[in-house]
């Protein structure tokens, strides 16, 4: 009775407390913004099957070795849950057990074993992890004693449990086979101690099971181990379309733009920074972080958090918000005033570090969407308070004026092939001719010197196919891309709209790109504005070309090895990684090797979300870090930097001058690699 009694006490208390602590923690997902997160469950369940409960994000490179310890201390908790579930109901019928899964069925030995072995696989995991963080003191790591005190926590929770187990089998005098770590430590036990010792060891442990899974229940709403809870349901609600993809705001039937106050970030954002488990892995190959700039987003999520545990006792209580649903408007209760994010909470500089090359979210175990709430504290700033960095402007007013970021005539778009008799669509239509593919040549392909080379490469490549091609020449404008990723939606917005009607016109259903950028803009999120398209990125084309024997690429014009650099809107936002490859490796004789931040673990140029036209003045320079990997790669006697991406061939090509290597390294696109040998 008094077993019965202490156990309901503890129950009530650690519940109680637990409630308590969880309502005031999680109050302020009530007064975030709406995000539709329920639909597709069948896409939803599969993703928390094989990255929740499968853990398939955390063995993966550079972090291996902790993904592996990671993984190991997972399903020791997990399996641990039916045995605290049995201490507790023990508290009050001191024989039981789960039906089958007593020792006398072949379930039940087999639930021992399983238990036996993941138990010591998950004092393996947590040894790792102490060595890491009190020995190895990994930099990635948050080095705060929260980390080794739930560690020690969770090897309380395993090892009291062993230690009922170990002392119920030295007083039955049994050693089975099927508990090999239980039978073991229940040999050192009667080695050790008496039975009388050994009865009160066994109820010492039963108690103190209890009493550490109440606190450790109660210290995690506290700490970022906040993600035990609230992880496996931020895989649930995952993005599932491409993190390309941002989303589009209704621009005429709201007030506010963008994220003003931490009550603007939606439910899913806000659960995010209660969800990380500042791991660090978003850091390994961040190129702002890596080069020194002012944002890490492990330190983001926590100031996030911080934030708005700071700002949640002030909000109403669910309760109170529920009784006023149907009350009139004017009686809920009223919200406080908060500090705007930007510039108060986050520092600009932060804010427009970015370059959204996404390597966060790729290495992001429980997948926290990142960039998108950047890009949405940049709308707040741009649309509402017109404060953006002044080179920002110069690009808005380009975009806005001639159709393209330079500010260059709109009727000089056609000019770098005006000797190349390249089909327009305009006159196609007016002579009644078909076309199956639109070439949108973009800005840099049409006004950069150097990527007009490019684009003639390309050309070169499609006419030897006899692919059915046709460019919109001055009818074309820019994408947008650049304007949406710097905050301004509206721009974005205007120029997405009049490259939709152009198309429109001439019944475009596919389309090649030069450019990683255009082609994540118009496949993802031109269908926003009714532009439906199959697009393809020139690497993809010339691959399909030589695949299907329309073009055959004679013995390599390269005698020293090339490297490829990995463009991150292709490669990591849209999984194109194998094309640009297989368009290169089709040249006989290519000596191709790949630098050590490769596919989707590449490392930025530095150019994405519209840094391409922001001054770099904080830390090194993304693209001089980027070629001075290359440079490693290929060797003293250099060779060439293969690239799929205007951005990147200029970023890398600025990157070699910088560094004093334009001697020895050369960059080039791959379409101008595969045209030579043709």
Request: glycine residues 8%.
């Amino acid at each position: 009775m008094a077993s019965a009694i202490t156990t309901a006490f503890l129950l009530a208390a650690g519940l109680g407390f637990f409630a308590w602590t969880l309502q005031r923690r999680l109050r302020p997902l009530f007064f975030a913004r709406k995000d539709v997160r329920w639909d597709r469950a069948p896409e939803r369940a599969d993703a928390l099957v094989a990255f929740g409960l499968g853990q398939a994000r955390m063995p993966q490179k550079p972090e291996l070795r902790a993904g592996i310890a990671h993984i190991f201390i997972f399903v020791a908790f997990i399996a641990a849950q039916i045995g605290t579930l049995t201490i507790f109901a023990r508290g009050f019928m001191p024989n039981f057990n789960f039906p089958g899964l007593g020792s006398e069925t072949a379930l039940g030995q087999n639930y021992l074993f399983v238990k036996d072995v993941v138990t010591l696989l998950g004092t393996l995991g947590v040894t790792a992890f102490l060595s890491m963080r009190l020995i190895e003191k990994k930099e990635r790591m948050t080095l705060s004693w929260e980390g080794w005190f739930i560690l020690l926590m969770i090897l309380g929770v395993l090892w009291t449990d062993q230690l009922i187990g170990a002392g119920e089998l030295t007083l039955a005098h049994a050693r089975p086979g099927y508990t090999p770590v239980t039978s073991f430590t229940a040999n050192v036990m009667n080695a050790l101690f008496s039975e009388s010792s050994v009865e009160m060891i066994a109820m010492a442990s039963m108690w103190a099971h209890m009493i550490v899974v109440l606190v450790f229940l109660n210290f995690l709403p506290y700490g970022k181990h906040f993600h035990i809870i609230t992880g496996l349901p931020d895989v649930y609600f995952k993005r599932l379309t491409p993190t390309g993809k941002l989303a589009t705001i209704d621009l005429e039937n709201s007030e506010k733009f963008g994220t003003e106050t931490a009550l603007d970030l939606s439910w899913k954002e806000m659960f995010d920074t209660y969800s990380c488990t500042e791991c660090g892995r978003c850091q390994t190959y961040c190129p702002t972080y890596v080069t020194g700039k002012p944002l890490s987003h492990k330190e983001l999520n926590r100031t996030l958090k911080g934030h708005l545990n700071e700002i949640a006792p002030s909000l109403p209580l669910p309760l109170m918000m529920l009784r006023n649903a149907g009350a009139q408007a004017g009686s809920a209760p009223a919200l406080p005033e908060l500090p705007k994010l930007a510039g108060n909470i986050v520092p600009d500089e932060t804010i427009w570090a970015c370059t959204t090359c996404g390597w966060c979210e790729q290495a992001c175990p429980v997948f926290i969407e990142n960039v998108p709430r950047i890009v949405d504290m940049r709308r707040n700033l741009v649309l509402m308070e017109s404060r953006f960095p002044p080179e920002a402007a110069r690009v808005f007013k380009g975009m806005e004026g001639q159709g393209n970021p330079w500010g260059m005539g709109a009727n000089k778009r056609a000019e770098w092939c005006a000797d190349l008799e390249v089909p327009i669509a305009a006159n196609m239509k007016e002579a009644n001719e078909k076309f199956e593919y639109l070439f949108f040549v973009g800005c840099a392909g049409s006004f950069d010197e150097r990527q007009k080379k490019v684009s003639r490469a390309l050309i070169k490549i499609l006419k030897q196919a006899s692919v059915s091609f046709c460019i919109l020449g001055e009818e074309e404008t820019c994408t947008g891309d650049s304007a949406r990723r710097l905050g301004n939606e509206y721009l974005f917005q205007a120029l997405a709209q009049q490259n939709v009607e152009t198309m429109k016109q001439y019944e475009v259903t596919k389309i090649i790109t030069q450019c990683p950028h255009c082609f994540n803009t118009l496949l993802n999120e031109y269908p926003d504005f009714g532009g439906h398209y199959k697009v393809l990125h020139h690497a993809q084309v010339i691959e399909q070309l030589v695949a299907d024997g329309k073009i055959k690429p004679g013995a390599a014009q390269l005698e020293v090895p090339v490297t490829y650099h990995d463009s991150c809107y292709l490669t990591r936002h849209n999984g194109v990684t194998d094309a640009p490859r297989k368009a290169l490796s089709s040249i006989p004789g290519l000596n191709i090797v790949e630098m050590p931040r490769n596919r989707e673990q590449g490392f930025c140029c530095g150019a994405g979300g519209g840094r391409m036209w922001l001054e770099e003045k904080i830390g090194q320079r993304v693209n001089q870090n980027r070629v001075d990997e290359a440079a490693a790669t290929l060797g003293e006697k250099g060779g060439v930097v293969a690239t799929a991406c205007p951005f990147c061939l200029t970023m890398i090509k600025d990157g070699v001058n910088e560094t004093g290597r334009e001697g020895t390294i050369v960059t080039k696109d791959i379409a101008e690699i595969v045209a030579e040998t043709i």
